[in-house]
């Protein structure tokens, strides 16, 4: 079955510290990952794709096939970063958007 | 509107009240997906809707819960007989279908008292 595994509920840093959310995923076909954003009282939001390959508000994720790994990373935390974010999995043999269950990331001063 | 609308925004049900949950998703979109949101269950896929038909009903969690599309917009995510255990955010989300951006709406906070 497809599943996406978030481990962490929690992530605690300080601002300017490197911050990585972890996301594997598994499934056997050819998968398109996601993270999506959830800012305090805003609706959740798409904030990369891995097809896209870019870079958004600094963060950036590397699919990696070999580990099914998905992570989010930014080098220098701010604290407007602070939010859930979800990892997302979409693969054509299942036509569906599955989510994991979220990562809280709170950015300290 | 431009964006995905879900009403109504809150609602409060006595325990055993049948409850309905709509969403308005982006015009256009052929593809829509209820999620329900638990704290500490992350978001909890329930029904997805290509067009009108359901190809995969299989995240429902009980034969209380149903929903329906019609004219290949509005949607209905319908909860009979409502439990304590329902009690929760409902999400409803819409796009062009395939690997395109899922876009949200604001959510239902249902609470079953």
């Known amino acids: 079955a497809q599943r996406v595994t978030q481990p962490e509920k929690l992530l605690s840093v300080f601002k300017g510290a490197p911050v990585e959310l972890k996301c594997n995923y598994s499934?056997?076909?050819?998968?398109?990952l996601f993270w999506y954003v959830q800012y305090s009282r805003q609706r959740l939001q798409l904030l990369l794709r891995h097809i896209s390959r870019e870079s958004i508000k600094g963060f950036t994720a590397d699919l990696n096939k070999g580990e099914t790994s998905f992570h989010l990373k930014k080098p220098f935390a701010q604290e407007e970063d602070s939010a859930m974010y979800y990892c997302a999995l979409y693969g054509t043999g299942f036509q569906k958007l599955v989510f994991g269950t979220g990562t809280r990331l709170l950015v300290s001063p | 509107g431009a964006g995905v609308s879900q009403s109504p925004s809150n609602k409060v049900t006595e325990k055993g009240k049948d409850v309905e949950l709509r969403c308005d998703p982006i015009?256009?979109?052929?593809?829509l997906y209820w999620y329900r949101q638990s704290l500490g269950q992350g978001l909890e896929f329930l029904i997805y809707?290509?067009?009108?038909?359901?190809?995969?009903k299989s995240g429902l969690p009980s034969d209380r819960f149903s929903a329906e599309r019609t004219g290949g917009s509005v949607s209905t995510l319908t909860i009979q007989r409502t439990q304590q255990e329902d009690s929760a955010v409902y999400l409803c989300a819409s796009s062009f279908g395939g690997r395109t951006e899922a876009f949200f709406g604001q959510g239902t906070r249902l609470t079953v008292v």
């Open positions: 499934y056997s076909g050819s998968p398109e």
């Open positions: 015009s256009g979109h052929t593809a």
């Open positions: 809707f290509q067009g009108n038909s359901a190809p995969d």
